[in-house]
């Protein structure tokens, strides 16, 4: 199955990566795994971290529904360089996020992509 996704896996791991060399990360670990239900993308890195502000402009870009109609273009986008765009392509390419985060500590963030059909 993790074969099916696995442009839209590497799309989003590219751009939670991009993410955490933006922050100075000078370590990132990733991680992918297949359960029953969805294949979960975990990001964690030892960056700058957000700040409140920043917490939730990036909560609300992951936020976005899922589009699978979408999937197919935009997996292809995910993990470019697009001037603001590719967190918000991560949310619509997946069910659920969670963040967390501490200043001058780093990020971690996971992703779920729940199986359908």
């Not at 060399?21 to 975990?42: F, G, L, P």
């Not at 991560?90 to 963040?99: C, F, L, P, Q, Y």
């Not at 779920?112 to 059909?117: C, L, N, T, V």
């Amino acid at each position: 199955m993790m074969h099916k996704w696995r442009k839209h896996i590497r799309g989003i791991v590219d751009e939670l990566m991009n993410n955490a060399v933006k922050a100075k990360a000078t370590k990132i670990d990733v991680s992918v795994a297949e359960k029953e239900q969805a294949i979960i993308i975990n990001v964690k890195d030892n960056g700058i971290g957000m700040s409140k502000e920043k917490y939730a402009e990036v909560s609300k870009k992951l936020e976005q529904s899922r589009r699978v109609e979408l999937e197919e273009y935009y997996g292809a986008l995910a993990g470019e360089s697009m001037i603001g765009t590719g967190l918000s392509l991560v949310g619509m390419m997946t069910d659920r996020a969670e963040i967390k985060t501490e200043l001058g500590k780093g990020t971690e963030i996971t992703v779920y992509i729940e199986k359908r059909g």
